[in-house]
């Protein structure tokens, strides 16, 4: 289906990868947790139509593209209204459902298998990533997995197993650690039920890294990363422009979605712009973000077509790792 896969935090995001699956003409896949973008809120997108709306617009624009449009993390306890979101994901024609039973009170692979049941009846050209552990960053221990693999993949159209590889975000970098010996074995069990394996939080890699980890992973998830960069664009061309930023930054830390991420409490300076930085895409679509975005826009510099190039630069260093076993070049 796809080797990588990118989060859709902005109108921006999203079209770079749109671009980079146009320029390369591969298959990428545009991961939508509930959060960013479900059936009736998101703070990327309003809802899900108004997504599709958008994507559909870049599909003419973009006619050498293949972006796979997929749901991540749609389990309980992500939203409270699990069915609801898969009847609007199979009605705006999503290729792929992440079921995640990671949170479930009940059996996690039974409820899996009974949640991807009810898409699967509802459209039987769905296919599946799904998972039932929560994201550790310690790597998954195959003993337990080979039955869950089993039993999840049996008469389902199961594209992607996910499973703790390792990978972990914490702030702005890549705090965890993937190993070949501690992986392989579990990918090969994938595969052996014609499963792929699929990593997230894939963020924050470089070339090398990204090279060896599709040595034991067929897919991984970037999200958080595409946002922070977006952030930092958008932070660093208001301070060369002057634009008084402190109505944005004390909307974000009040808010305090960098709690999920950080490490840091304190609130010098650096630990300011660093929460800023994390958790800025969150509030994207706010007033305040719109205010100095206006501003930019006032002094003569095309803000989108300079946020798309900065994410495509990113999204172009995984594809060129991704596929770099076949000798590819920039192809911009």
């Known amino acids: 289906m796809y080797k990588l896969a990118f989060g859709p935090m902005s109108l921006e995001?999203?079209?770079?990868?749109?671009?980079?699956?146009?320029?390369t003409e591969i298959p990428v896949g545009l991961i939508c947790s509930i959060n960013q973008v479900g059936y009736n809120s998101g703070y990327a997108f309003k809802n899900t139509e108004t997504l599709r709306r958008y994507t559909r617009r870049l599909e003419s624009r973009y006619p050498c593209s293949d972006v796979k449009i997929c749901r991540d993390h749609c389990g309980p306890h992500f939203t409270s209204e699990v069915n609801k979101n898969i009847n609007c994901d199979i009605e705006n024609g999503f290729d792929c459902i992440h079921i995640d039973t990671c949170n479930a009170d009940t059996d996690k692979t039974i409820l899996a298998r009974k949640l991807m049941k009810y898409a699967f009846e509802r459209n039987p050209d769905i296919?599946?990533?799904?998972?039932?552990?929560?994201?550790?960053?310690?790597?998954?221990?195959?003993?337990?997995?080979?039955?869950?693999?089993?039993q999840l993949s049996k008469d389902l159209p199961v594209e992607f197993y996910v499973a703790n590889t390792g990978t972990l975000v914490q702030n702005i970098y890549q705090a965890g650690s993937s190993s070949y010996k501690a992986t392989k074995p579990l990918q090969e069990l994938c595969?052996?039920?014609?499963?792929?394996?699929?990593?997230?939080?894939?963020?924050?890699?470089?070339?090398?890294?990204?090279?060896?980890?599709?040595?034991?992973?067929?897919?991984?998830?970037?999200a958080p990363q595409l946002g922070v960069v977006q952030t930092i664009t958008t932070v660093n061309l208001c301070q060369q422009l002057g634009i008084n930023l402190s109505d944005f930054f004390n909307l974000v830390l009040s808010r305090k979605n960098w709690a999920k991420w950080t490490t840091k409490e304190g609130?010098?300076?650096e630990g300011v712009f660093n929460k800023v930085f994390i958790a800025g895409h969150y509030h994207f679509n706010s007033p305040e973000y719109h205010k100095i975005v206006g501003k930019i826009w006032?002094?003569?510099?095309?803000?989108?077509?300079?946020?798309?190039?900065?994410?495509?630069?990113v999204l172009n260093n995984y594809y060129l790792a991704a596929y770099a076993h076949l000798d590819l070049v920039d192809a911009r």
């Open 298 to 313: 006032g002094s003569d510099i095309d803000f989108h077509k300079v946020v798309v190039s900065e994410i495509f630069r």
């Open 267 to 269: 609130y010098d300076e």
């Open 191 to 222: 595969h052996e039920q014609g499963v792929k394996l699929k990593e997230h939080n894939a963020d924050y890699l470089d070339n090398r890294t990204i090279q060896d980890h599709f040595q034991f992973v067929d897919a991984m998830n970037v």
């Open 127 to 150: 296919r599946f990533e799904v998972g039932t552990d929560e994201n550790t960053g310690i790597p998954t221990n195959i003993t337990h997995e080979k039955c869950n693999i089993v």
């Open 13 to 23: 995001i999203v079209e770079a990868i749109y671009q980079l699956s146009n320029t």
